[in-house]
């Protein structure tokens, strides 16, 4: 049984495009000083520590082709989507594309400002060109974060499949499932952005209450 047998609030997503190879898929529009969305950050700027208030966490999902991110906000036991989507890097030169990578997360990260950030830790298996080109891609997603002095927890892939789904084991389209079902109304840009919410979500539930700096929680 999953961790976060938890009601949520509900906010109908919209597409409002992009930029560069950024996708956004957002909840609320930041337009105007008496938006909902300017009201919901000004409240949570006067709980700094995230008690009692809300907390705002990017989760990432690295990747050097297609890196998903997904922000979601915390207040209690109460989660809400505020946004997700991906950043690509196409082909070519590896240097460019991981340049692309950190410019477009630089992007997300100034759009909506989160408090904690969580990652995805990376494993080793059989490929080992391919584990070397997703470290690449996660160091340039912690370069990115560690900038912008936002602290980071890490977490293991079967952590974070067991703390959202209930089992170390499920495949995407469980982990799709579950955040589905546990942010009503979100609907997540790809498998990458999906997992990236399971990551914020994780989060919430293990470290993302007050001042953290950077954490590791294995499987």
């Known amino acids: 049984m999953s961790l976060f047998a938890l009601r949520h609030v509900v906010f109908r997503p919209k597409v409002v495009g992009g930029t560069g190879g950024v996708v956004f898929v957002c909840d609320r529009k930041a337009l105007g000083k008496c938006s909902p ?3 919901v950050r000004e409240k949570r700027y006067k709980n700094e520590q995230g008690v009692g208030g809300f907390m705002r966490i990017l989760g990432i999902d690295p990747g050097l082709r297609t890196m998903g991110w997904g ?3 915390s207040n209690g036991s109460r ?3 505020i946004a997700n989507g991906h950043c690509t890097s196409g082909s070519g030169d590896l240097a460019e594309r991981l340049l692309s990578l950190h410019e477009q997360l ?3 990260v100034a759009r909506y400002a989160p408090d904690q950030a969580a990652i995805e830790q990376t494993f080793v298996n059989k490929d080992g060109a391919g584990t070397l ?3 690449q891609a996660r160091g340039v997603a912690l370069l990115t974060l560690a900038q912008a002095g936002i602290p980071i927890g ?3 892939p079967n952590k974070v499949k067991k703390t959202i789904v209930g089992a170390g084991h499920a495949d995407k389209q469980q982990i799709l499932y579950m955040v589905k079902l546990q942010l009503p109304g979100c609907q997540p840009a790809g498998a990458d952005a999906a997992d990236a919410l399971a990551i914020a979500m994780c989060h919430a539930h293990y470290g993302g209450k007050g001042d953290i700096r950077l954490r590791e929680v294995q499987a």
């Open 79 to 81: 989660l809400s989507h």
């Open 106 to 108: 630089t992007d997300v």
């Open 154 to 156: 890490e977490y293991a």
């Open 133 to 135: 080109k997703l470290g």
């Open 37 to 39: 969305f300017v009201l």
């Open 71 to 73: 922000v979601i906000e």
